[in-house]
């Protein structure tokens, strides 16, 4: 029992642990998941052109559309590419909109009537753009980004715990995000709570450039070695299909045959 608790104080568990954390925390207060939530009243308060039903219709297909393109392109872009993109993107979107809000003096959320604003002569169609925008543009990296970190930076030892524990607090995340979405629109206005979210973007950003290597087509104990200090993975993207080509064995499964013999 001791020495399996001993295999949480590592460093090859303590420092991937805490890139996913960032990664989490970053993907449920990047401003995203309070927009799908508050989505309707969102677009409500923005009088959408196409009404705010319609508009939450379509910022979920763009979500989905931004999960497609994401499996297409990580291969090839890598995950850090992608994830600058989708945090940058996400930020600029919300700048865009904070700014529009601000100008039009839209401070806080109208409240729920379930009457469609679509005809309404304040309708705007560059909320409603930016918006389904920052939602695509999260979906390509940062939404997706820790889920696919947890299967991949974690020791064979300490991946099933470490998985549970991450997916766990993640939802804690969120919940915080949701929770105080509302509080923060009424103490520092909507414009204001768009603009942090901007904020959270571009220092999320910076720090994910330091803190997150290049995993993406590298093997389990080049991940391991790297995060235990003894290997520097570097920022270049490894295709699976040269690593097959050129006969490169998957040193993990080597390094478990022997300890085992």
């Given amino acids: 029992m001791v020495q399996k608790l001993e295999l949480f104080t590592k460093k090859n568990f303590f420092w991937p642990f805490c890139v996913v954390m960032l990664a989490f925390f970053l993907s449920q207060f990047s401003g995203t998941t309070p927009l799908q939530i508050y989505a309707v009243r969102i677009f409500s308060s923005f009088h959408a052109p196409i009404g705010e039903y319609y508009a939450t219709v379509a910022m979920g297909v763009a979500e989905v559309l931004g999960c497609v393109l994401s499996t297409c392109l990580v291969h090839y872009t890598g995950k850090r590419v992608m994830n600058f993109f989708s945090l940058l993107s996400c930020g600029a979107c919300f ?95 909507l414009p204001g709570t768009l603009w942090m979210y901007c904020a959270i973007c571009v220092v999320g950003t910076i720090a994910l450039y330091f803190a997150l290597p290049e995993t993406e087509g590298k093997t389990l104990f080049e991940i391991t070695e790297h995060f235990a200090g003894n290997h520097e993975l570097g920022n270049k993207v490894t295709r699976i299909k040269d690593m097959k080509k050129n006969g490169e064995v998957n040193q993990a499964y080597v390094h478990n045959e022997e300890t085992r013999l």
């Fill in 95 to 189: 700048l865009i909109v904070a700014t529009f809000a601000y100008l039009n003096n839209i401070n806080h959320l109208e409240k729920f009537s379930g009457v469609s604003h679509s005809q309404s002569s304040r309708s705007s169609w560059i909320p409603l753009i930016f918006l389904i925008a920052a939602a695509f543009c999260t979906h390509t990296g940062i939404k997706l980004l820790p889920w696919m970190l947890i299967g991949e930076v974690f020791s064979n030892e300490t991946r099933a715990t470490a998985s549970g524990f991450a997916a766990a607090v993640s939802y804690i995340f969120g919940f915080i995000s949701i929770k105080v979405f509302l509080s923060l629109v009424e103490t520092i206005t």
